[in-house]
């Protein structure tokens, strides 16, 4: 069977500044991949990469397959085609990632009638069900709202729903709870549980925290200096962590107390 | 609108450019006198004599019929100059933004122009095509236009960069939805304070190449004219150079505060801002801050 996606001796260069050093990744449909890694890793780039969205002046070789089709090289215009319509993605910052002047509705109805080709009542209507299904509160009200009328934790649901309006096949999550409170974080984490659940949709998790990824994933990935050092099943990895760089942010978890964490996964 | 009405000076602009739109509109059904009209008898009659409002020229022509009829020009100019000033600094300056093999020739054409004074320009054109209104349009509407695209571009490369716009580009929004539906929104309230900068400016530059002779031609009356031929006289008839000096001073005013406060109406940012606080604009007050 053909992986929805693989990623083979990808590497990036931005300058002369090696950032991605041969990684390869494997996706299968409905499957979850936690991509770990500390700041500058290159995980965030890794992201960027399959979605085609590196900076102008960035050198890429290596394979980026979507379901057995050679991303890499294909056109700007192509491949918008894929983005938020096949793979999608729920960016670090919600209150960067949302367009302060527009109503979270229409940002929410954008990709609804891009890619689901939907009349503009049609996507406004389409709208509201998502902001529904996000949890979003009073969703009728508040798709009217400006981002800024909205609290961290309600701006995430709606880069949510904005990244599964194309309904995707790949939802890219990229520290989506790094920016909010730990008790919002939790209630985002178990939407995205959800929602990735019951839409069969592929999570491509990418973090820092170790105690996040362990909730969410069924793989991981850790990644340092721009190569993966060591991949496997999570339960496998946290338990019997061979590589340095793995044991080091367990540490870290665990230095910084999460005891659930902690409780389970040490031997 | 009612934004606008809210601060002081967006009051007394809007009463600055509601009074030369209406002088403009009344200038085409009535003016007391014909402003061409020469009258050998009264030669410089002082204000308020014979039914001379503000007086008359050396050659005993009427001159608030002149001011007037010359606010037609200011504010067709002011009108006309600007839109094309918006036009060419919104569409040179996304064509230097937009990332594209075109973006680095367009940006430097745009600094070259930037350099080049609009006097010059006016000059040009007048030798080519000779002075007329629309020289003064397209001279005024360039130069502008040149200086709103820097600006503008400035802008809207920090607007491509940031995480809305990455955003919706990982949502499969095309390079034309982002500029139409993000960029163009999110530089708007930079766009109108230039452009509003760019009435005022054009109500100068006009005023400077009649002046020169660069821009309406006799005998339609405009006040750069006026002002260049009342001038050899202001040490014998100092009163009569008052009046289109006036005239252009307040329309230029009249623009800017506008312009000030149009921004601040516009602007959701300080919009939230003042909504929140009760009226008043929560921004810090200078001399509150140490």
Same mark, same amino acid.
């Given at each position: 069977?053909?992986?929805?996606?693989?990623?083979?001796?990808?590497? !990036?260069?931005?300058?002369?500044?090696?950032?991605?050093?041969?990684?390869?990744?494997?996706?299968?449909?409905?499957?979850?991949?936690?991509?770990?890694?500390?700041?500058?890793?290159?995980?965030?780039?890794?992201?960027?990469?399959?979605?085609?969205?590196?900076?102008?002046?960035?050198?890429?070789?290596?394979?980026?397959?979507?379901?057995?089709?050679?991303?890499?090289?294909?056109?700007?215009?192509?491949?918008?085609?894929?983005?938020?319509?096949?793979?999608?993605?729920?960016?670090?910052?919600?209150?960067?990632?949302?367009?302060?002047?527009?109503?979270?509705?229409?940002?929410?109805?954008?990709?609804?009638?891009?890619?689901?080709?939907?009349?503009?009542?049609?996507?406004?209507?389409?709208?509201?069900?998502?902001?529904?299904?996000?949890?979003?509160?009073?969703?009728?009200?508040?798709?009217?709202?400006?981002?800024?009328?909205?609290?961290?934790?309600?701006?995430?649901?709606?880069?949510?729903?904005?990244?599964?309006?194309?309904?995707?096949?790949?939802?890219?999550?990229?520290?989506?709870?790094?920016?909010?409170?730990?008790?919002?974080?939790?209630?985002?984490?178990?939407?995205?549980?959800?929602?990735?659940?019951?839409?069969?949709?592929?999570?491509?998790?990418?973090?820092?925290?170790?105690?996040?990824?362990?909730?969410?994933?069924?793989?991981?990935? !850790?990644?340092?200096?721009?190569?993966?050092?060591?991949?496997?099943?999570?339960?496998?990895?946290?338990?019997?962590?061979?590589?340095?760089?793995?044991?080091?942010?367990?540490?870290?978890?665990?230095?910084?107390?999460?005891?659930?964490?902690?409780?389970?996964?040490?031997? | 609108?009612?934004?606008?009405?809210?601060?002081?000076?967006?009051?007394?602009?809007?009463?600055?450019?509601?009074?030369?739109?209406?002088?403009?509109?009344?200038?085409?059904?009535?003016?007391?006198?014909?402003?061409?009209?020469?009258?050998?008898?009264?030669?410089?009659?002082?204000?308020?004599?014979?039914?001379?409002?503000?007086?008359?020229?050396?050659?005993?022509?009427?001159?608030?019929?002149?001011?007037?009829?010359?606010?037609?020009?200011?504010?067709?100019?002011?009108?006309?100059?600007?839109?094309?000033?918006?036009?060419?600094?919104?569409?040179?300056?996304?064509?230097?933004?937009?990332?594209?093999?075109?973006?680095?020739?367009?940006?430097?054409?745009?600094?070259?122009?930037?350099?080049?004074?609009?006097?010059?320009?006016?000059?040009?054109?007048?030798?080519?095509?000779?002075?007329?209104?629309?020289?003064? *349009?397209?001279?005024?509407?360039?130069?502008?236009?040149?200086? *709103?695209?820097?600006?503008?571009?400035?802008?809207?490369?920090?607007?491509?960069?940031?995480?809305?716009?990455?955003?919706?580009?990982?949502?499969?929004?095309?390079?034309?939805?982002?500029?139409?539906?993000?960029?163009?929104?999110?530089?708007?309230?930079?766009?109108?304070?230039?452009?509003?900068?760019?009435?005022?400016?054009? *109500?100068?530059?006009?005023?400077?190449?009649?002046?020169?002779?660069?821009?309406?031609?006799?005998?339609?009356?405009?006040?750069?004219?006026?002002?260049?031929?009342?001038?050899?006289?202001?040490?014998?008839?100092?009163?009569?150079?008052?009046?289109?000096?006036?005239?252009?001073?307040?329309?230029?005013?009249?623009?800017?505060?506008?312009?000030?406060?149009?921004?601040?109406?516009?602007?959701?940012?300080?919009?939230?801002?003042?909504?929140?606080?009760?009226?008043?604009?929560?921004?810090?007050?200078?001399?509150?801050?140490?």
């Amino acid at each position: 069977m053909t992986a929805l996606l693989e990623i083979d001796e990808l590497t !990036v260069r931005i300058g002369d500044r090696l950032v991605i050093d041969r990684v390869s990744l494997r996706l299968d449909a409905g499957d979850r991949l936690g991509l770990i890694g500390a700041s500058g890793s290159g995980k965030s780039v890794t992201s960027l990469a399959v979605l085609g969205l590196l900076p102008e002046g960035a050198e890429v070789t290596g394979s980026i397959r979507l379901g057995g089709t050679e991303l890499l090289g294909r056109s700007d215009r192509e491949l918008s085609a894929v983005r938020g319509r096949r793979i999608a993605m729920v960016f670090q910052e919600p209150q960067t990632a949302l367009d302060p002047l527009m109503r979270v509705g229409k940002q929410i109805a954008g990709p609804l009638r891009r890619h689901r080709g939907l009349s503009r009542a049609g996507a406004a209507a389409a709208a509201v069900a998502l902001a529904v299904d996000v949890g979003l509160p009073d969703p009728e009200r508040l798709v009217r709202a400006y981002p800024h009328q909205l609290s961290g934790g309600q701006r995430q649901r709606v880069g949510l729903a904005i990244a599964l309006a194309g309904e995707p096949e790949l939802l890219i999550a990229d520290e989506p709870t790094t920016a909010l409170d730990v008790t919002v974080q939790a209630e985002i984490l178990a939407l995205l549980d959800d929602l990735v659940t019951r839409r069969g949709t592929a999570l491509l998790f990418i973090t820092h925290d170790l105690a996040v990824v362990a909730q969410v994933a069924h793989r991981i990935a !850790v990644m340092a200096g721009g190569r993966i050092r060591e991949q496997g099943l999570t339960e496998q990895v946290l338990r019997h962590p061979a590589d340095p760089v793995t044991r080091a942010l367990l540490a870290a978890a665990r230095a910084t107390g999460f005891p659930a964490l902690t409780r389970k996964w040490t031997p | 609108m009612t934004g606008i009405w809210r601060s002081l000076g967006g009051r007394i602009g809007v009463l600055l450019v509601g009074l030369l739109l209406l002088a403009a509109l009344v200038s085409l059904f009535w003016s007391p006198f014909d402003p061409t009209f020469i009258d050998p008898r009264v030669p410089w009659a002082a204000p308020l004599t014979d039914g001379h409002l503000l007086g008359t020229d050396g050659s005993g022509r009427d001159l608030f019929s002149q001011i007037l009829v010359g606010s037609r020009i200011t504010a067709f100019v002011a009108a006309t100059a600007t839109v094309m000033a918006g036009v060419v600094g919104v569409g040179l300056a996304t064509l230097a933004a937009v990332p594209t093999r075109l973006g680095g020739p367009v940006g430097q054409f745009i600094d070259v122009l930037v350099a080049f004074p609009t006097i010059l320009t006016a000059m040009v054109l007048a030798a080519v095509y000779g002075g007329s209104v629309w020289t003064a *349009v397209v001279a005024i509407g360039i130069g502008a236009g040149v200086n *709103v695209a820097r600006v503008a571009r400035a802008e809207m490369s920090s607007v491509l960069g940031t995480d809305y716009v990455l955003a919706g580009r990982a949502a499969g929004a095309s390079t034309a939805r982002i500029v139409r539906r993000h960029v163009l929104p999110n530089v708007a309230p930079v766009l109108f304070v230039q452009l509003s900068l760019v009435l005022a400016l054009a *109500v100068l530059a006009e005023a400077a190449l009649s002046y020169l002779g660069y821009g309406t031609p006799p005998p339609t009356p405009s006040w750069g004219r006026m002002l260049q031929e009342l001038q050899q006289f202001v040490t014998v008839h100092p009163l009569a150079v008052i009046w289109p000096g006036l005239a252009i001073t307040a329309t230029v005013l009249g623009f800017s505060l506008l312009g000030d406060a149009l921004r601040e109406a516009t602007d959701p940012r300080l919009r939230i801002a003042r909504t929140a606080h009760g009226g008043e604009a929560a921004l810090p007050r200078p001399e509150v801050l140490p």
